[in-house]
């Protein structure tokens, strides 16, 4: 198909960006069948091996930047756009999948993360005044982390994508809370 609006899968991303209810439960649902589809545990195991590949690879060239797009239009100023209860909802689920991504697409993310420069524009939601969405941030670089990819390793060093997360810390003080156990365990993966 050349034209990437009328596929199945981004008429399903749409509906799940456009959800008006203000809890998302569509979109939640909608979500949970996106992750089903492109988990390639559920992707059969063919004679032709080369399926499970050739569908990630039509998904990240025709149907990420449409999955992406809020998370990328909402994060374009290096600050959070639109702060309020349900984009910010909306981007956690992003987020959600988007780690799950990380966890089971190590060659496709990797090549969408770095070209687009994700997880800078990610971690700008660690300033969401919505702690869940900067925790979902924060779970998002801690899988690429844990992934200890060298690629990933200088992509965060050389960006000082530490940045955004040291702030976050500093800006959240004294508070002993779940965003500063998140942060320390962090970087206690790290010095381990």
Do not use: W
Request: proline share 2%; charged share 20%; net charge negative.
């Amino acid at each position: 198909q050349s034209d990437d609006d009328i596929l199945l899968i981004n008429v399903v991303i749409e509906q799940m960006i456009c959800d008006t209810d203000p809890e998302l439960g569509g979109a939640v649902q909608l979500m949970g069948l996106l992750r089903t589809l492109i988990d390639p545990e559920n992707m059969l195991a063919t004679t032709n091996k080369t399926e499970k590949s050739e569908f990630l690879n039509f998904f990240y060239n025709h149907c990420m930047h449409v999955l992406t797009a809020p998370l990328l239009t909402n994060t374009s100023e290096d600050k959070c756009e639109k702060d309020n209860y349900q984009t910010a909802q909306l981007l956690a689920l992003i987020l959600e999948l988007l780690t799950f991504c990380v966890e089971h697409h190590t060659y496709h993310i990797k090549n969408y993360i770095m070209n687009k420069d994700l997880l800078r524009r990610v971690l700008v939601l660690m300033n969401s005044k919505h702690t869940f969405l900067a925790l979902c941030a924060l779970r998002f670089m801690r899988r690429i982390i844990g992934l200890k990819d060298e690629f990933y390793n200088r992509y965060i060093t050389k960006g000082n994508l530490f940045e955004p997360v040291i702030n976050a810390l500093l800006d959240n003080g004294t508070r002993y809370n779940l965003l500063n156990s998140a942060v320390i365990e962090l970087f206690e993966f790290i010095r381990v």
